[in-house]
């Protein structure tokens, strides 16, 4: 049976102080399914994935136009423009998971945000990071994975991040052209990256029995997918583009499956067989209940879960609801350690904040080791215990509570919001210590640094 610690923190994103008591906690999860709005009010003024190409589009045709001593100006007033985007995200993000009636499903978000990671150590992803998780992420997390699948694979984030936009066949019309124009110029090759990362990330995972040949031939076949170049009025909300000429010829070979030379439809017919592979259901399995359940997850919930992924055809939403009847089964103890995103929003949540400026929040993940969209590699963010429990790491968690105490202690009883906001899991010694504490901030940093805060 489900209870308030799992269905609060474990599966959402912590409690808030105006939390009302819910009878049915499992009936509360489930019904999120039915309430979710991709887009809540703090989404509604981000500029969208079309915008943003549009906008790379202009900007690749400034610098071509522009002599060559004005082209860094032209890439500095783009980036400029990004960086707004982003942390106009930031925020959105942020403000979102704060007020959210449907944190299970915000927390789903990010974790399929951090599974489909880009990063914007990339400078040219910085401008679409936000639209990547309002275009690419949100309107698909409660559909079938092999659409969630395709429109990462298609969004411009995901092309840019990967280098993908500029993978050209090595016997393509385009790669033919420039050897005859220019012999003895290197002409632009294969990238496989894009093929690499979602064999080994998005979908089979390590160790599945893809071999190099496959990720060659896989990145053949996505050769051609870019971003949009100059439009037409009638095409001004395109985001993606298939680049015939830079597509490599023929039929291709992928696990053992040979796909006909059907243009941008050979890429999309591998991806759709991979989202349905076996072992596809096994990663995705693995790595959900590694998130919602404990770091180490059972072998025989992998299975349950890869069952119900395999049944449904990748119905996500049929696998939630047997991820939460899971979660139900076992007990309910805070079995997983919160990363620095869950910490911050749990906190705050539970102070009752609603609203925090994007500088804030930045300056927060970029303190505790987590920055938004920033992981640093294609793998994402880590999501065991080993990668956030570090001494240091800890320290800086109290450093950051007595900050926050210090800011919000003299407006909060912490004695009576601890057994609100750590519903069955307040242990008598952390009610005692916050109970004795010398002062209002400091009984709140108690609560915060606690050892069943600190968990979920």
């Known amino acids: 049976m489900i209870n308030d610690s799992i269905a609060r923190n474990r599966l959402g994103l912590g409690a808030r102080p105006d939390d009302q008591p819910v009878a049915d906690l499992l009936r509360w999860l489930l019904a999120q399914l039915d309430d979710y709005e991709p887009l809540p009010v703090p989404w509604r003024s981000i500029e969208r994935t079309s915008k943003r190409a549009a906008q790379w589009t202009e900007q690749q045709a400034a610098i071509r136009n522009a002599p060559e001593a004005q082209r860094a100006s032209v890439r500095a007033d783009y980036q400029r423009a990004g960086r707004a985007a982003y942390l106009a995200g930031v925020e959105a993000r942020t403000n979102s998971a704060l007020q959210s009636s449907t944190p299970f499903v915000e927390r789903l978000v990010h974790f399929w945000a951090n599974h489909f990671a880009i990063s914007v150590d990339k400078v040219p992803v910085l401008g679409f990071a936000a639209s990547f998780e309002a275009d690419a992420i949100r309107p698909h997390v409660l559909g079938r994975f092999e659409d969630l699948l395709l429109a990462t694979a298609r969004h411009p ?22 050897s005859a124009k220019a012999p003895d110029r290197p002409t632009r090759g294969l990238n496989e990256n894009l093929a690499r990362e979602i064999l080994e990330l998005h979908t ?7 071999t190099q040949a496959d990720v060659l031939e896989f990145a053949r076949a996505l050769t051609g997918w870019t971003l949009p170049g100059q439009q037409s009025l009638e095409d ?15 039929v291709r070979t992928v696990l053992g499956r040979s796909y006909a030379d059907d243009g941008q439809q ?11 592979a076996p072992a596809t259901a096994s990663h995705i399995a693995t790595k959900l209940a590694r998130h919602f359940i404990t770091d180490d997850p059972p072998p025989a919930l992998v299975k349950r879960l890869a069952e119900r992924f395999l049944q449904t055809g990748g119905d996500l939403p049929a696998l939630y609801r047997e991820l939460v009847s899971a ?6 103890v805070a079995a997983k350690f919160k990363s620095p995103w869950d910490w911050t929003l749990s906190g705050l949540r539970a102070m009752g904040v609603q609203t925090v400026p994007a500088a804030r929040i930045q300056f927060l993940m970029a303190r505790l080791g987590q920055p938004v969209w920033r992981p640093g590699s294609p793998a994402g963010y880590g999501d065991v215990t080993a990668t956030w429990a570090a001494p240091d790491a800890l320290l800086r968690r109290v450093e950051i509570a007595q900050r ?26 952390t ?17 915060l640094a606690s050892p069943e805060f600190l968990r979920r």
Not at 236 to 250: K, V
Not at 327 to 332: E, I
Not at 431 to 447: F, G, K, M, V, Y
Request: glycine share 8%.
């Open 236 to 250: 001004a909300e395109q985001t993606f583009r298939f680049q015939a000429n830079q597509h490599e010829p023929g």
């Open 327 to 332: 979660a139900g089964d076992l007990p309910p």
């Open 157 to 178: 984030a995901m092309l840019l991040y990967l280098d993908q936009s500029a993978s050209t066949g090595p016997d393509s019309v385009a790669a033919r052209r420039a």
């Open 204 to 210: 089979l995972g390590v160790r599945s029995g893809y």
């Open 404 to 429: 926050l105490a210090t800011e919000f202690g003299n407006k909060i009883d912490a004695r009576a919001l601890a057994p609100r906001v750590l519903p069955g899991t307040l242990s008598g010694a």
């Open 431 to 447: 009610a005692t210590a916050i109970a004795q504490a010398e002062s209002p901030a400091n009984a709140l940093a108690l609560l």
């Open 266 to 276: 050979q890429a999309t017919a591998i991806l759709r067989d991979l989202a349905r």
